[in-house]
C-alpha cells in the first residue's frame, strides 16, 4: 500500500515514509542466541526507538512460512563488510562508512 517512487529521508513527511523507514531499518539481532525482537538502538533514524532488531523466532518463522533456507540482505553497516549468523548472510558495500567507522567493504 506504499505509494512508489518513494523518497527516503531522514526527515519522513509522511506516514508512508515513516513506515518505509521503520522497514529499511530492522536489522536482525546481533547473535544468534537472540530469540526475542529487541530496540534497534545502533540505527535509530527517527529519534523515536521504534525501530527493531527482528529475533531469531521471528526470522525463523518467516522463513519456514515463505519455504527459504537462506536471507541475504545489506544496508546494515559491518566492520568486516560481511556477517554470516547462520541462515542470514549480511553484505555491506560502502568502505569506511560516513567516513568515520574504518569499515571494510564486501561484495557477493
Not at 513506515?19 to 525482537?37: C, F, K, T
Not at 525501530?51 to 526470522?59: E, K, L, P, V, Y
Amino acid at each position: 500500500m506504499i505509494p512508489r517512487p518513494l523518497e527516503i529521508s531522514h526527515d519522513p513527511k509522511s506516514l508512508y515514509t515513516k513506515i518505509a523507514l521503520e522497514l529499511l531499518w530492522s536489522d536482525p539481532v546481533q547473535y544468534l542466541d537472540e530469540q526475542e525482537n529487541s530496540l534497534n538502538t545502533d540505527h535509530e533514524p527517527l529519534g523515536n526507538y521504534k525501530i527493531q532488531r527482528i529475533g531469531f523466532q521471528r526470522i525463523n518463522k518467516f522463513m519456514n512460512e515463505n519455504a527459504i533456507s537462506l536471507i541475504i540482505r545489506s544496508n546494515e553497516p559491518l566492520m568486516d563488510g560481511v556477517d554470516n549468523m547462520s541462515s542470514i548472510i549480511s553484505v555491506f558495500s560502502n568502505t569506511d562508512y560516513c567516513g568515520v567507522t574504518s569499515n571494510n567493504a564486501s561484495i557477493l
